[in-house]
């Protein structure tokens, strides 16, 4: 067996990062900066105010309640063709240009309009430059916004569009291809027969790619026949940025992914020094990184999330490639032997105030489905006795905490 770092460390070192492109920023969400994004404006580019109210001069509101004439009304977009003068105001709306000879904006609630309309008391006095937002206040023109390894958000998107960016340039999105091998797999809602499981790895490994958002190809569920899975695999590697396979990479005599996948590519095979999740592949083909996952359907999960997940998110440019952890205390005690592997067991996490407390949930083998479904983290075990109730534990963090 092989330390998970070293594993690990094999893997991410042939994943390199995807090539740059430029994407629309309406697509660019989730996707890591590969250049440095710089305000083409100043932002605001123009002073404006932060509130409906009366923009006047500042001084004549220094022995309010005042009132003042008003001289026009400013809706935003508008662009003012008067100048304020003293003892004079200005209707102004949220975002409008602040007209020339005012320096500052009263807002309506301390304002009272007279019956007439063409004047306004203003009942308490204001400083220059109240509510007025001032050009490059957010940015300037000319500064740098975001550098490369800037992970997009919403957020991210706002401000490109704010500086009249319509494409940005990203680390690529991934396409993954995925497929599962095993005469013993069907799939579908008809009748088992005896020796026959349902194929969920796909399906399971698919939806985690989708959260990851990357383009998944399904490239099927295939026979343990070494013609249909070489015409898969080089199917799958003439358009995908890396390939997953479920079966097939373990020390069984019908392993045929090992038998086609050593003749045609490089791969390594590995046993990890962890429970579950032990047997993994990796290698290349065509230069195309070929992730072989386990069998059973817990295993697969977890290698996922140790191997495949990290790896992706470094070949799109993720700076931080890593799923949260977090030390909860355990609720109850769990027993475990010495066996020189690292643990993952399924658990479920509760925030109590400043603290997290972990339940380990029952069904710990690696072909309960279940059990993984309801987890929202996975406890790291060091090799030895398992952990007593009360003990600190290190979680992989899978989703969020319920909160007490």
């Not at 490239?219 to 003439?238: M, N, Q, R, T, Y």
């Not at 072989?292 to 999330?305: D, H, I, W």
């Amino acid at each position: 067996m092989i330390e998970l770092e070293e594993a690990q460390e094999f893997v991410f070192g042939q994943c390199l990062k995807l090539s740059a492109d430029e994407v629309e920023i309406s697509k660019s969400r989730g996707l890591v900066l590969a250049k440095t994004v710089i305000s083409n404006d100043d932002i605001p580019p123009f002073p404006n105010t932060a509130m409906d109210g009366y923009a006047v001069r500042a001084f004549d509101t220094e022995l309010a309640p005042v009132e003042l004439n008003v001289i026009g009304t400013l809706p935003a977009g508008k662009v003012p063709d008067f100048k304020v003068g003293p003892s004079e105001a200005v209707r102004i709306m949220t975002g409008a240009v602040i007209p020339e000879g005012s320096d500052s904006v009263v807002m309506v609630e301390k304002t009272r309009e007279v019956e007439t309309g063409d004047s306004v008391i203003v009942e308490e006095s204001v400083k220059s430059g109240n509510f007025i937002r001032q050009p490059g206040e957010d940015f300037v023109k000319g500064s740098e916004l975001f550098t490369p390894g800037t992970l997009i958000g919403a957020a991210h998107i706002g401000v490109f569009a704010t500086i009249g960016l319509e494409k940005v340039t990203v680390f690529k999105r991934p396409i993954v291809g995925v497929m599962s091998t095993g005469d013993e797999l069907v799939q579908g809602a008809s009748q088992l027969k005896p020796g026959q499981i349902r194929d969920s790895n796909r399906h399971s490994i698919k939806a985690l790619l989708d959260e990851m958002g990357v383009e998944v190809i399904d490239l099927g569920l295939i026979p343990d026949d070494e013609k249909e899975i070489e015409s898969a695999l080089f199917s799958g590697v003439e358009k995908c940025d890396a390939i997953v396979t479920s079966g097939g990479v373990s020390m069984g005599d019908f392993d045929y992914v090992k038998v086609v996948l050593d003749r045609l590519g490089e791969m390594k095979w590995m046993q990890v020094a962890i429970k579950p999740a032990k047997p993994l592949a990796f290698g290349l083909l065509n230069d195309v990184p070929i992730f072989g996952l386990p069998g059973n359907p817990v295993s697969a999960m977890v290698s996922f999330e140790l191997f495949m997940r990290p790896a992706l998110r470094k070949m799109m440019g993720y700076q931080q490639i890593w799923r949260p952890h977090l030390k909860a205390k355990a609720a109850s005690s769990l027993k475990r032997r010495k066996d020189g592997k690292v643990h993952f067991a399924r658990v479920t996490l509760t925030r109590n105030k400043d603290s997290y407390e972990v339940s380990f949930l029952k069904g710990q083998g690696s072909h309960q489905l279940s059990a993984m479904a309801n987890a929202q983290g996975l406890a790291v075990l060091p090799n030895g006795e398992g952990v007593k109730e009360g003990d600190f534990v290190d979680v992989m963090q899978l989703s969020e905490p319920e909160i007490n």
